[in-house]
């Protein structure tokens, strides 16, 4: 380009650059207000219709404009085997406390704490998924009741007296006969009236007993009791001390023999919050084990599960690949990523979502890479929260309005496909986009809390936060902590509470920054993982393959050197 000549060009340019720039921000800033109120309006669409047709059973079934009791026998998509005398505990509500303040609600707040405060009770028949109570009941209490208690909220137009605590409590106290197993590992079930039931399996999964502390740990700092926090931190040091030499994990375990029954995993389904959960107990608790548990889980992971910007599974005695896919649950590791300041490693692995999202619609439940296929059985998408979590923690850590052009798809997504009169459908197969009558409880906890603070963080500049698997924020409090992390205390620090200008998130810990060195040039951060197994990933013999999850039928070697159900595909 010629320079211009004379000073009044340049002026002009650079007015014109100048209102351009600022048009651009103005633009940005009207379209966050805008989406924002976009996702203001599905969340109570949600919570409405569950309000009106499925309050206070477990979750809405939107087409029918029904309820299930989904509470008992969660973790279990289909709901089979629901249990006759058991008429819900108002999980929907729970789930959607938390949102409720985030999106400024406070009314309705008061109103659902009241509610359960007079008629939630847990002595019922119902047999429970330990993990999946946890993170949604559990969880959802504590956070509601961290939230209500923070008198610089107001919240209350009463006053609030400690009544989510209470029912906290009393859940926990149900949990404890769970652990007791010769290992100190957990069942994966338990019947919330009677205890561990007779016969019931042995089995479980990573996740079931290594993502129970950030709950269970809190409720003990809550309460006094330190029976929580220590029953969690003992099947969690029992499953580290599980670990391969390859530092890897499996997917399920024997609670009680303390062996493996399923050697292969990778960062999806059964193990996810596992890898989650060290970190943000680190954030949360203040505890180096935390850390030095996470960093080398972490670096186990980049190193045996990481192809180039996606992940696969691999055997933990081996690190031979074994399923090659890439499934919808995973999508929180960018997050994840984040967290640790592995922005690069998190951007791109989120593209690889981003387009698998982009050619579906939404994101599939299971997409086999090595066959560039769906899962022949596992099409669905349940509305899952995953993908948005990733994008709203990347927009955070670069501000990139990349990533609100996705968030703004994936609004348009939901809105399209899987919005009805009586709330938010489930899709059954994204080759068609037939629905599902089924509002998961999740919907209202993380996908629309996701997207709201992806549009609005005003909530995240009042504290310092940690959101649980299940998305329920818990303030990181300075009386919580043994050790700070160095990098998170300021040098006048008495507690953490301050102003946003000195706001110091997790994201700011940069445990793992990338560096340049005065020669220029870049070193990888010390927690990614640069790919040198590309050429080695392949299966030799069957024996590297395991057992399909779904099947549970063994899987074989093609001849092409990859893992599957041949006879399936
Ligand atoms: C949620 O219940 C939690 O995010 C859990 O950790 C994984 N699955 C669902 C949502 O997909």
Known sequence: MVPPRDYSTCLLLFLLLLSSFSHSQSH??????????????????????????????????????????????????????????????????????????????????????????????????????????????????????????????KLFQGSYKNQLLGLAEDLGKRFLPAFNTPTGLPYAWINLKYGVMENETTETSTSGCGSLILEMGALSKMTGDPRYESAALRALRKLWSMQSSLKLFGTTLDVSTG??????????????????????????????????????????????????????????????????QLT????????????????????????????????????????????????????????????????????????????????????????????????????KDVTTMQLEDHQHSFFLAETCKYLYLLFDDSFMLENNYVFTTEGHPLPVLSTWHEKLPETYIPTNWTTLKRQPENRVSPMSLQV??????????????????????????RCLTDEDCGVDATTCRRRSCSMAGYCGLWLFI
């Open 259 to 324: 062996q493996w029954i399923e050697y292969s995993s990778g960062i999806g389904a059964g193990v996810d919050s596992f890898y989650e959960y060290l970190l943000k107990a680190h954030i949360l608790f203040g505890k180096e084990d935390f850390w030095r548990m996470f960093h080398s889980a972490y670096v186990a992971v980049q190193k045996h599960f990481r192809h180039g910007p996606w992940y696969h599974e691999a055997d933990m005695r081996t690190g031979r690949a074994t399923y090659w």
């Open 28 to 153: 940005s800033a009207t379209k966050k207000i805008r989406m924002r109120e976009k996702v203001r309006n599905m969340f109570h669409h949600a919570y409405d219709n569950y309000m009106t047709h499925a309050f206070p059973h477990d979750e809405l079934k939107p087409l029918t404009k029904t309820f299930t009791d989904s509470l008992s026998e969660l973790g279990n998509l289909k709901l089979e085997r629901l249990p006759q005398d058991y008429h819900g505990s108002a999980l929907s509500l729970i789930e959607s406390l938390s949102s409720l303040v985030i999106m400024g609600n406070n009314t309705e707040f008061e109103k659902g704490v009241l509610w359960l405060s007079e008629n939630l009770t847990f002595d019922v028949d119902a047999r429970i998924n330990l993990f999946e109570c946890n993170i949604r009941v559990l969880g959802g209490l504590v956070s509601a009741h961290l939230l209500a208690s923070d008198s610089s909220k």
């Open 512 to 537: 793992c920054p990338a560096m340049t060195l005065n020669s220029g040039q870049h070193i990888e951060s010390a927690c990614h993982i640069p790919d040198v197994r590309i050429s080695d990933h």
């Open 328 to 427: 919808s649950l995973q999508a929180f590791w960018p997050g994840l990523q984040v967290l640790i300041g592995d922005v690069s490693a998190a951007n791109s692995s989120h593209r690889e979502f981003f387009n698998v999202w982009e050619r579906f619609g939404v994101l599939p439940e299971r997409y086999l890479l090595d066959h560039q296929m769906l899962h022949p059985t596992e099409k669905y998408y349940p509305l899952r929260p995953e993908f948005a979590e990733s994008t709203f923690y990347l927009y955070q850590a670069t501000k990139d309005p990349w990533y609100i052009e996705v968030g703004e798809l994936i609004v348009n997504s939901l809105n399209l496909y899987t919005r009805v009169e009586g709330g938010f459908a489930s899709i």
